[in-house]
């Protein structure tokens, strides 16, 4: 290596095309932005509200697309991945982030709540990856970024919510074995395991008077998260400058697992 190696460059994206799924909101969408600030063309998904936040996007320069999907249905993944390929040609980078988070104690969670739960955190996941693959193969090379949890790692508390970290955890264990599966391949695959981020999925337990000084107190840094700090690491885990790093889950959670 000698001084005038690029490696800033590393973190570009230019030429390449990334699939955000739940890219409307919250963290999905300050990830499109962080890939698209980075020169990657973005497709984000999610169920309704997204040709706002596509024009957001594009407003801020990037080239920016929204695609209509709910992806707890079995067929949405081939045909969001699809409609990718057909308009861009090629997909590069897919970034697994739509999930729902329900609350409650296990004896009183509904089969339904459970379906609705495991169908969007963990099969969705699943198929975009299944769907993405071959998209991949094509293009020679590619990055898979899932969003985890520290759920996946920690049992969080006051609130009660078996499912939802069960659901992380499976994502985590994914990541991982895809990441076996693909290696040779040069399709990387890795996780993102955030702490409290805020959002609305976050902002109840925020404005809990009970949830949120326990959130805070076990968090080492005092503070929740905002989704930019996400957004950093999955466009780190995306690009050239992880190019040898496939199967990590990289913890964002303000020290909160380090107790
Ligand atoms: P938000 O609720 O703010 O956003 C969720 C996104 O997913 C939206 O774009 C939403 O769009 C989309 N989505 C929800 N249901 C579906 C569906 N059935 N099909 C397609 N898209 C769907 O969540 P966050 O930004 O907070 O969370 C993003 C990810 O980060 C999730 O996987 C979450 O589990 C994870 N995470 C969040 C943490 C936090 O503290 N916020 C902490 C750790 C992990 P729409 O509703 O229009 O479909």
Same mark, same amino acid.
């Given at each position: 290596?000698?001084?005038?190696?690029?490696?800033?460059?590393?973190?570009?994206?230019?030429?390449?095309?990334?699939?955000?799924?739940?890219?409307?909101?919250?963290?999905?969408?300050?990830?499109?932005?962080?890939?698209?600030?980075?020169?990657?063309?973005?497709?984000?998904?999610?169920?309704?509200?997204?040709?706002?936040?596509?024009?957001?996007?594009?407003?801020?320069?990037?080239?920016?697309?929204?695609?209509?999907?709910?992806? +707890? %249905?079995? $067929?949405?993944? !081939?045909?969001? @991945?699809?409609?990718?390929?057909?308009?861009?040609?090629?997909? /590069?980078?897919?970034?697994?982030?739509?999930?729902?988070?329900?609350?409650?104690?296990?004896?009183?969670?509904?089969?339904?709540?459970?379906?609705?739960?495991?169908?969007?955190?963990?099969?969705?996941?699943?198929?975009?990856?299944?769907?993405?693959?071959?998209?991949?193969?094509?293009?020679?090379?590619?990055?898979?970024?899932?969003?985890?949890?520290?759920?996946?790692?920690?049992?969080?508390?006051?609130?009660?919510?078996?499912?939802?970290?069960?659901?992380?955890?499976?994502?985590?264990?994914?990541?991982?074995?895809?990441? +076996? %599966?693909? $290696?040779?391949? !040069?399709?990387? @695959?890795?996780?993102?395991?955030?702490?409290?981020?805020?959002? /609305?999925?976050?902002?109840?337990?925020?404005?809990?008077?009970?949830?949120?000084?326990?959130?805070?107190?076990?968090?080492?840094?005092?503070?929740?998260?905002?989704?930019?700090?996400?957004?950093?690491?999955?466009?780190?885990?995306?690009?050239?400058?992880?190019?040898?790093?496939?199967?990590?889950?990289?913890?964002?959670?303000?020290?909160?697992?380090?107790?």
């Amino acid at each position: 290596m000698n001084d005038s190696t690029d490696l800033l460059g590393r973190f570009r994206l230019d030429g390449k095309v990334a699939l955000v799924t739940g890219g409307t909101r919250g963290i999905g969408l300050a990830i499109a932005h962080a890939l698209g600030q980075a020169g990657a063309r973005v497709f984000i998904s999610g169920r309704k509200d997204g040709e706002e936040a596509a024009e957001m996007l594009r407003a801020a320069g990037h080239e920016a697309s929204f695609l209509a999907a709910d992806l +707890s %249905e079995p $067929a949405a993944p !081939d045909r969001m @991945v699809a409609d990718v390929v057909d308009a861009a040609g090629r997909l /590069d980078i897919l970034v697994n982030n739509a999930g729902i988070a329900i609350h409650g104690d296990t004896v009183d969670f509904s089969d339904e709540d459970l379906d609705r739960l495991m169908s969007l955190n963990v099969d969705a996941v699943f198929r975009c990856c299944r769907a993405a693959i071959p998209a991949m193969r094509s293009a020679g090379s590619g990055a898979i970024v899932n969003v985890g949890s520290m759920s996946g790692i920690a049992s969080n508390i006051p609130q009660n919510q078996v499912a939802y970290n069960s659901s992380k955890a499976a994502v985590h264990m994914m990541t991982k074995s895809l990441a +076996s %599966e693909l $290696a040779l391949e !040069d399709i990387r @695959v890795n996780a993102l395991a955030p702490g409290y981020i805020q959002t /609305d999925m976050s902002q109840g337990g925020i404005d809990n008077p009970e949830w949120f000084p326990i959130w805070r107190d076990m968090t080492p840094m005092q503070r929740v998260g905002q989704p930019e700090e996400v957004a950093t690491a999955a466009l780190f885990l995306a690009s050239p400058a992880a190019s040898y790093i496939t199967g990590a889950v990289l913890v964002i959670d303000g020290g909160y697992t380090t107790r």
